[in-house]
């Protein structure tokens, strides 16, 4: 498959549905994961839609100097991995600029260097965590905002119900800079059956063991429930909460990793139609 293909719609196929909403008629025009014939085209693929996520981080707003970083596991050697450059504003990454980088935080792809906190942080958790695909991380206005308060996320809309019991507060080392190795491993190992995390003081995180595209859609999800959340605490009303039974129930059609996929289908499509030179 040319990797030109992968940017144009697909046609939902005749494979079993794993969502409700997956169309049951057959034949109609619905997103569908593409396959691949070769490590080169997938690697094509993942590459980007790595760009494709920072763009998108770029038209949210997510810029803050050259903080924030996202990366997504090579297909074909999985000890490596891509990611945006240091010091590049999201809006300017293209497929050109990406580098690949290995566990010990080694470019062996690409001429820009690697942020050093992404890599603490990202190849810890891709290394103790083999079947994490990809990952995201910015400093949000919102999200570092809430992170301040060292809770969770509560079940408040529908929305926010896709990450009940599906994500985690990291205390460890609230605030200090991950520059460190040690810090890596700490929120590594919050990550344990868990698609976010707050990191305390710090801001948010995501991870996907399907794809880009949903790290970084649950990303653009948690940093809307943490702006909703402190909206409705501004209020100083107590907000009814769903239900645990019905919070699950909204998590498990709308909370995983292949809706998120599927959410960021339109942000996908939107850029390919106004932003061509992400493919340079």
């Given amino acids: 498959m040319e990797a030109v293909l992968t940017r144009v719609p697909q046609f939902f196929n005749d494979e079993e549905r794993i969502s409700i909403y997956q169309p049951e008629q057959r034949g109609l025009i619905f997103p569908a994961i593409p396959k691949f014939s070769s490590y080169a085209d997938e690697r094509q693929y993942r590459k980007e839609r790595l760009v494709a996520a920072c763009r998108a981080f770029a038209i949210e707003g997510y810029d803050y100097g050259f903080a924030g970083h996202l990366t997504v596991r090579d297909p074909e050697h999985p000890e490596l991995y891509w990611t945006n450059p240091m010091a590049i504003h999201f809006a300017q990454v293209k497929v050109s600029n990406l580098i690949c980088a290995d566990h010990t935080g080694k470019v062996v792809e690409g001429t820009y260097a690697?942020?050093?906190?992404?890599?603490?942080?990202?190849?810890?958790?891709?290394?103790?965590?083999?079947?994490?695909?990809?990952?995201?991380?910015?400093?949000?206005?919102?999200?570092?905002?809430?992170?301040?308060?060292?809770?969770?996320?509560e079940p408040i809309t529908q929305d926010a119900a896709a990450f009940y019991e599906d994500h985690v507060v990291i205390g460890d080392e609230a605030g200090q800079v991950a520059v460190e190795v040690k810090a890596g491993h700490k929120v590594a190992n919050a990550f344990r059956g868990v698609k976010a995390a707050i990191h305390q003081n710090h801001g948010l995180l995501t991870a996907s063991r399907h794809s880009i595209e949903s790290a970084a859609f649950w990303f653009i999800a948690l940093e809307r429930c943490c702006k909703q959340q402190l909206m409705?605490?501004?209020?100083?009303?107590?907000?009814?909460?769903?239900?645990?039974?019905?919070?699950?129930?909204?998590?498990?059609?709308?909370?995983?990793?292949?809706?998120?996929?599927?959410?960021?289908?339109?942000?996908?499509?939107?850029?390919?139609?106004?932003?061509?030179?992400?493919?340079?």
Avoid at 122 to 133: L, P, S
Avoid at 233 to 239: F, K
């Fill in 114 to 153: 690697i942020n050093r906190a992404g890599f603490v942080l990202h190849a810890a958790v891709h290394e103790m965590h083999q079947d994490i695909v990809a990952m995201c991380h910015a400093h949000t206005e919102y999200g570092t905002a809430f992170a301040s308060l060292g809770k969770k996320v």
């Fill in 232 to 280: 409705v605490e501004a209020t100083g009303v107590t907000p009814h909460l769903v239900t645990p039974e019905r919070a699950r129930y909204s998590r498990e059609h709308v909370g995983s990793d292949y809706i998120g996929w599927l959410h960021f289908q339109p942000i996908w499509n939107h850029l390919v139609s106004t932003q061509p030179d992400m493919f340079d």
